[in-house]
Each structure stands twice: as C-alpha cells, then as structure tokens.
T-cell receptor, first 116, second 111 residues
Framework: GAVVSQHPSRVICKSGTSVKIECRSL??????MFWYRQFPKQSLMLMAT?????????EQGVEKDKFLINHASLTLSTLTVTSAHPEDSSFYIC????????????FGPGTRLTVL | GDSVTQMEGPVTLSEEAFLTINCTYT??????LFWYVQYPGEGLQLLLK?????DKGSNKGFEATYRKETTSFHLEKGSVQVSDSAVYFC??????????FGEGTQLTVNP
C-alpha cells in the first residue's frame, strides 16, 4: 500500500510553453501533498505544500504565479509550470501524506522536465 | 529552525565493506528521523525510520539508532553490495508531516 504515481515521467517542452505534472495517490487518500524540486547532485527543495480543497502554501522564494499547484481531490495534485524557461529544467518530485498513516510522506518516482 | 547535516560524499567502497554515513540534526522537540534512498532517475524510497530516542530502525541490512544525547542518526551496514549504490538522504520530521532533508550522500560500491 501507499503508492504514489507521477505523470509524465519525462517531458521536454519549448521555452514559453506550460507543462502540467500530475501526482496521484493510488491506494490512499492524501490529505496533504508536497512538491519538491531537485537539482543535479543536490538535495530536495520543498516548493509548496497543498491540502485538499485549499490553496497551496509556497516556500519563500518560490513564485506561486509560475508554479501553479492544484489539489482538487484527495488523490490528485497537479503542478503546472507556466511559461517555462530553460532554468526551470529540473527533477520534480511529489509526495503525499495522510493523517491515518501517521503523516508519513510517500514519494512519487519524479518527473524530469527539460525546457529547450 | 530544524536542520540536518550529513557526512559529505561521495563515498566509494568495495563490495562487502562496512558502511557508515553520519547524520546529525538540530530540532526542537522530539522529531522522527528517517533515511531515504534514491536510485538514479528515481524518486525517494523510505529505507528506515525511528520515531523516538533509542529506537533502532532497520531494513535490508541497514540500521540506524536514534541517539538523542548526540542528536545523531548514523546509517550503517555491515556488508555493502553493488546494488546498494545510490544516494542516501537523512531527514527529520517535526510537528506535522513536513520533512527537512540533509544534503544527500552518494554511495558507489565497486565489485
């Protein structure tokens, strides 16, 4: 149990376009979902925390108008990178947690975004 | 605020060698402590965890003991395998489910 999926696993897009990444909890209801960004050979940087049905809480320095997060249901959160630029190229990882599972975070496999 | 400091890598070992990756933390209260493993191109997998002082987490031959007196949670394995090559992250969770990660340690095990 406690499986989290992400789609797509890899995406390549042109500069100026928008890209949507989906994060799904497959076998549990995720009251909270987290979005992380990871640069090569570096640790995970928390971008935002989202609770189902409410606005996401963004970390300092993360542009909320650029990284749109929607957590419309207990099993789905989406991250949309708007007007992507090459510096947005990165590995994006989501995680999901549930109060019924002691708030432990379960991680998705990540999405590699490359902006040309 | 909360922070996690990990032993700097990369670490390169021969197969069957003993592994230690140091991790110390700073936190208020009584955090839960975790080790995650990340294989190339993948997300994070929970390796082991400990939720209170003196707890020992273990999985797949890896162990770590929650030492409150030294604020440490060092990862150990008695005999590493080539398949253990990955990046290892130490992390803590305070109140709620927010995680604070260390910088990660790249482990390479040579046959």
């Amino acid at each position: 149990g406690a499986v989290v999926s992400q789609h797509p696993s890899r995406v390549i897009c042109k500069s100026g376009t928008s890209v949507k990444i989906e994060c799904r909890s497959l076998d549990f209801q995720a009251t909270t979902m987290f979005w992380y960004r990871q640069f090569p050979k570096q640790s995970l940087m928390l971008m935002a925390t989202s609770n189902e049905g409410s606005k996401a809480t963004y970390e300092q320095g993360v542009e909320k108008d650029k990284f749109l997060i929607n957590h419309a249901s207990l099993t789905l959160s989406t991250l949309t990178v708007t007007s992507a630029h090459p510096e947005d190229s990165s590995f994006y990882i989501c995680s999901a947690s549930d109060r019924g599972k002691n708030n432990e975070q379960f991680f998705g496999p990540g999405t590699r975004l490359t902006v040309l | 605020g909360d922070s996690v400091t990990q032993m700097e890598g990369p670490v390169t070992l021969s197969e069957e060698a003993f592994l230690t990756i140091n991790c110390t933390y700073t936190a208020t209260g009584y955090p839960s402590l975790f080790w995650y493993v990340q294989y190339p191109g993948e997300g994070l997998q929970l390796l082991l965890k400990a939720t209170k002082a003196d707890d020992k987490g273990s999985n797949k031959g890896f162990e770590a003991t929650y030492r409150k007196e030294t604020t440490s949670f060092h990862l150990e394995k008695g005999s590493v395998q080539v398949s253990d090559s990955a990046v290892y992250f130490c992390a803590l969770s305070g109140s709620g489910s927010r995680l604070t990660f260390g910088e990660g340690t790249q482990l390479t095990v040579n046959p």
